[in-house]
């Protein structure tokens, strides 16, 4: 099993959650071995879980996050053409409905003046693009500029970025270490 990040439609958030990995994943990972000389490959599963329960391929990115952020970036390198025409001609194209929900949470952050096929991207939608950070994230800092607190903004966006509460600090006078490791 590998630890991999998942969309949770629910709560709008990225988790990890336990997975098993792909059949393709698992025999890129097995690097050399067997290509380019002899050797020996140890997995830790039964050969049976690998031939039945391991999916061939992965699901692509594009079925597993939020397109508000692909559908920005294509606007800002393609501007004449329709977005979700390119989307479209992908590999694995996303649900055209998962593309209207993008369209219309860009448009209520205000990253894109309307939530249509000939849509324009804002100034605020511009510079979140450009600082290449979460959405909203950047639009804490875009918004921030605004109001002219901009230090401000961007101290508490790096600490809402931590992947761990900024408040544990691993102290064994104050907690545990175990408490800090564990999250």
Known sequence: MCKQLAYNKASHRQILHFTWISKASATQRKGRTGRVREGHLYRLYPRSSYENDLPKFEVGEMHRIPLDSVILNLRSIIKEECVSDILCDC?????????????????????????????????????????????????????????????????????????????????????????????
């Open 91 to 183: 590999l694995e194209p996303p649900d055209i409905t998962n593309v209207e929900r993008s369209l219309h949470s860009l448009h209520q952050s205000r990253f894109i003046d309307e939530p249509k096929e000939d849509f324009n991207v804002t100034v605020l939608g511009d510079l979140v693009n450009n600082l290449g950070i979460d959405l909203k994230l950047g639009a804490m800092i875009g918004i921030g500029k605004q109001l002219g607190v901009l230090p401000e903004c961007v101290a508490v966006a790096a600490i809402l970025s931590f992947p761990q509460s900024p408040w544990l600090i691993p102290n064994a006078l104050l907690q545990t270490p175990t408490k800090c490791n564990s999250k």
